[in-house]
């Protein structure tokens, strides 16, 4: 067949990508179900037994009232059954939106969904080479960057912009820049009930009024509750309280340090991280039976030579994959951090350790796999080149969570004997010309070209190609969702402090 005549094949046939968002892993299991038997019966223990302290009012309230009770230590225990009641009623799995509908995720059932997350005080200067504070401008940067990389589902802000005056300051200007930059479903913390309720008004307004964002809750909060061990923080809980009021989804984050504040070995993290979700998990249902929330399941490990944490580490996949099994056990969503590294820029260890615990985490059937791209440094910094190079990998992560098909027609019985009794060679076959499109993954920036056209083509390694790409973005792609007039409205009754002109060509920063 002439090059001419593949190309019209090639054309002519509908093309459904290799890989997309959602697609169902859980292959991977590194826990037997005996063992996940065992792991649930501690964390009924835990609950039941050891309790809470710190408890809000309105969880004491709420708690008691459902048949919990608070000890002599002011630790607050839930009972083995109401623990079980809310695990078989609340929500198995439910959408979470994108501004855009084309990038609505449905979340649970093993379905797998990679993002962004962290809370970097540092961006590794795209010019300069060295580490400086984080700003809004980054925030909204990476966002825009994001927006154009298909295998990063959904946008959790990833930074902390150090720019802002205030922390209440920072929760409204970090919903604000990540909702401009891209119309994936977007993630943010908040510090208090205020700042939740001061964001949902913006939001309502974005949509259009009062009461819009329930009807479309694009953005989502991420919520450390718990101080670990097993204390509640008293703002982000009552933080988690407003956006389950204003119906926003909640993960519901436990991130202890085994070793540290958490035990030492990989099954006992799981048994507490589990537990700290769980209560949250219980005090949200309480609020709402029909509130949407996730397991946030992000426990980390120690360097136990040195006390520090080891992000990259191949304990951590197996403790995110442990936990991601957990949350299928119960048939509840859930997410894990994985991707994370302790190399400082984009290099040979960066995508050893974000492939390792990524692709772990994925193929164990998490729900959400965030800082699953751009994070350096032991989730301190943050790279743009990296988000591009990440994009590749996340790429050929979630080609394994596909798998291999065996049907009759992949088989191929019918090719190999048409191809043996004509052209004896398969790559002008009809069949190999379709399915280059939807059976393989091609990287962005990855390099597959001969030494000596690589030598040609200037010697790039991939965080070259990688900086080219993001000079050409960042560059161009400026986002118009949301319109002058509706910016200008939003600016006039919130405090927007990311300058209107930065998010414009020419605006000199790129």
């Given at each position: 067949?002439?090059?001419?005549?593949?190309?019209?094949?090639?054309?002519?046939?509908?093309?459904?990508?290799?890989?997309?968002?959602?697609?169902?892993?859980?292959?991977?299991?590194?826990?037997?179900?005996?063992?996940?038997?065992?792991?649930?019966?501690?964390?009924?223990?835990?609950?039941?037994?050891?309790?809470?302290?710190?408890?809000?009012?309105?969880?004491?309230?709420?708690?008691?009232a459902a048949g919990g009770w608070m000890d002599e230590d002011g630790r607050l225990h839930y009972p083995r059954a109401l623990v079980d009641d809310v695990i078989a009623k609340a929500p198995g799995s439910f959408v979470m939106p994108g501004q855009d509908p084309v990038y609505d995720m449905e979340v649970g059932g093993g379905r797998v969904h990679l993002g962004t997350g962290g809370a970097a005080p540092f961006m590794l200067d795209f010019e300069t080479g060295h580490h400086r504070p984080t700003s809004t401008a980054d925030l909204y940067d990476i966002a825009r960057l994001v927006d154009t990389l298909d295998n990063i589902h959904f946008y959790w802000r990833s930074i902390v912009a150090r720019d802002m005056p205030t922390w209440d300051a920072i929760d409204l200007n970090t919903v604000y820049a990540c909702m401009s930059g891209t119309t994936k479903h977007i993630t943010s913390s908040f510090n208090n009930g205020g700042s939740v309720r001061n964001a949902v008004a913006m939001l309502d307004m974005r949509l259009g009024g009062d009461g819009e964002f329930r009807k479309n809750p694009f953005c989502s909060m991420a919520c450390t509750h718990v101080v670990p061990p097993l204390r509640f923080a008293k703002d982000s809980c009552e933080?988690?309280?407003?956006?389950?009021?204003?119906?926003?989804?909640?993960?519901?984050?436990?991130?202890?340090?085994?070793?540290?504040?958490?035990?030492?070995?990989?099954?006992?993290?799981i048994v507490q991280s589990m537990a700290e979700c769980l209560g949250g998990l219980i005090f949200c249902y309480l609020i709402d039976p029909n509130c949407k929330a996730h397991l946030g399941t992000w426990p980390f490990l120690s360097d136990l030579r040195t006390g520090a944490m080891s992000a990259g580490s191949t304990e951590n996949g197996l403790i995110v994959a442990g936990c991601a099994q957990m949350a299928g056990f119960y048939n509840l969503p859930g997410s894990v951090a994985a991707g994370m590294t302790d190399s400082k820029v984009p290099d040979a260890q960066s995508g050893a350790e974000k492939a390792a615990t990524v692709l772990m985490a994925a193929n164990a059937g998490s729900s959400l796999v965030n800082e699953a791209a751009g994070m350096q440094a032991s989730l301190m910094a943050t790279s743009l080149e990296a988000y591009v190079i990440d994009n590749d990998m996340l790429g050929a992560v979630m080609r394994t969570v596909r798998g291999i098909e065996v049907t009759d027609e992949t088989l191929a019985f019918d090719m190999i004997r048409d191809v043996v009794h004509g052209d004896r060679h398969f790559l002008g076959h009809p069949e190999t010309l379709r399915r280059m499109r939807t059976d393989y993954v091609y990287p962005l920036v990855g390099d597959r070209a001969t030494p000596d056209a690589w030598e040609e083509a200037g010697s790039l390694d991939i965080r070259d190609r990688a900086r080219l790409r993001v000079r050409e973005v960042l560059g161009t792609h400026y986002p118009e969702h949301i319109s002058e007039e509706l910016d200008q409205k939003i600016r006039g009754s919130f405090e927007i402090l990311l300058p209107r002109e930065a998010m414009r060509p020419g605006n000199g920063r790129w």
């Amino acid at each position: 067949m002439t090059r001419q005549g593949q190309q019209r094949v090639r054309e002519a046939v509908p093309v459904s990508p290799p890989v997309r968002p959602g697609m169902v892993g859980g292959r991977y299991q590194p826990l037997t179900h005996a063992e996940m038997e065992r792991i649930h019966a501690t964390i009924l223990d835990v609950i039941e037994k050891i309790g809470f302290a710190d408890p809000i009012p309105s969880m004491v309230e709420l708690g008691t009232a459902a048949g919990g009770w608070m000890d002599e230590d002011g630790r607050l225990h839930y009972p083995r059954a109401l623990v079980d009641d809310v695990i078989a009623k609340a929500p198995g799995s439910f959408v979470m939106p994108g501004q855009d509908p084309v990038y609505d995720m449905e979340v649970g059932g093993g379905r797998v969904h990679l993002g962004t997350g962290g809370a970097a005080p540092f961006m590794l200067d795209f010019e300069t080479g060295h580490h400086r504070p984080t700003s809004t401008a980054d925030l909204y940067d990476i966002a825009r960057l994001v927006d154009t990389l298909d295998n990063i589902h959904f946008y959790w802000r990833s930074i902390v912009a150090r720019d802002m005056p205030t922390w209440d300051a920072i929760d409204l200007n970090t919903v604000y820049a990540c909702m401009s930059g891209t119309t994936k479903h977007i993630t943010s913390s908040f510090n208090n009930g205020g700042s939740v309720r001061n964001a949902v008004a913006m939001l309502d307004m974005r949509l259009g009024g009062d009461g819009e964002f329930r009807k479309n809750p694009f953005c989502s909060m991420a919520c450390t509750h718990v101080v670990p061990p097993l204390r509640f923080a008293k703002d982000s809980c009552e933080a988690m309280e407003a956006a389950v009021r204003a119906g926003m989804v909640v993960g519901i984050v436990s991130a202890p340090q085994a070793g540290a504040t958490s035990p030492v070995t990989l099954a006992g993290t799981i048994v507490q991280s589990m537990a700290e979700c769980l209560g949250g998990l219980i005090f949200c249902y309480l609020i709402d039976p029909n509130c949407k929330a996730h397991l946030g399941t992000w426990p980390f490990l120690s360097d136990l030579r040195t006390g520090a944490m080891s992000a990259g580490s191949t304990e951590n996949g197996l403790i995110v994959a442990g936990c991601a099994q957990m949350a299928g056990f119960y048939n509840l969503p859930g997410s894990v951090a994985a991707g994370m590294t302790d190399s400082k820029v984009p290099d040979a260890q960066s995508g050893a350790e974000k492939a390792a615990t990524v692709l772990m985490a994925a193929n164990a059937g998490s729900s959400l796999v965030n800082e699953a791209a751009g994070m350096q440094a032991s989730l301190m910094a943050t790279s743009l080149e990296a988000y591009v190079i990440d994009n590749d990998m996340l790429g050929a992560v979630m080609r394994t969570v596909r798998g291999i098909e065996v049907t009759d027609e992949t088989l191929a019985f019918d090719m190999i004997r048409d191809v043996v009794h004509g052209d004896r060679h398969f790559l002008g076959h009809p069949e190999t010309l379709r399915r280059m499109r939807t059976d393989y993954v091609y990287p962005l920036v990855g390099d597959r070209a001969t030494p000596d056209a690589w030598e040609e083509a200037g010697s790039l390694d991939i965080r070259d190609r990688a900086r080219l790409r993001v000079r050409e973005v960042l560059g161009t792609h400026y986002p118009e969702h949301i319109s002058e007039e509706l910016d200008q409205k939003i600016r006039g009754s919130f405090e927007i402090l990311l300058p209107r002109e930065a998010m414009r060509p020419g605006n000199g920063r790129w």
